[in-house]
């Protein structure tokens, strides 16, 4: 009963923490048609390409799982490439993620499912296979 008491008091501790896991990344952001998505997937050197990953950006800090701009930007020339064919020109940013907690607490939460079920096993002395 102890171990779960303290277990229990340990997870809640760290769920409600705010670590930052998401470092800063870079793409390019569309400026010919509204600057809406960062796209991440690079063809070569600073074309990018339209038809795969792209990371949603809007101007409202409170949008869930927004792309933020960061200073550090170079805002140098970059193309986007859709299907071989030239579908924009943009700018290079480096970005990263807010306001997505489910991603911040996704790790503390399987940790305390794990613990909990560990427990639950060892407590019944059940048999697995």
Do not use: W
Request: charged share 10%.
């Amino acid at each position: 009963m102890r171990f779960l008491f303290i277990f229990t008091v340990c997870s809640i501790g760290l769920f409600f923490m705010h670590i930052p896991i998401a470092s800063s990344q870079s793409g390019c952001i569309d400026n010919n048609h509204g600057g809406d998505y960062i796209y991440t997937v690079i063809i070569s050197g600073t074309e990018y390409d339209g038809n795969s990953a792209k990371v949603p950006h809007t101007y409202n800090s409170t949008t869930d799982c927004n792309a933020v701009i960061l200073p550090s930007s170079p805002y140098s020339s970059c193309t986007i490439t859709k299907n071989g064919m030239l579908y924009g020109t943009g700018s290079l940013v480096n970005y990263s993620l807010e306001n997505c907690p489910l991603d911040d607490y996704s790790i503390f939460s399987l940790c305390l499912l794990g613990g909990a079920g560990y427990y639950l096993i060892k407590r019944k002395h059940l048999i697995l296979c």
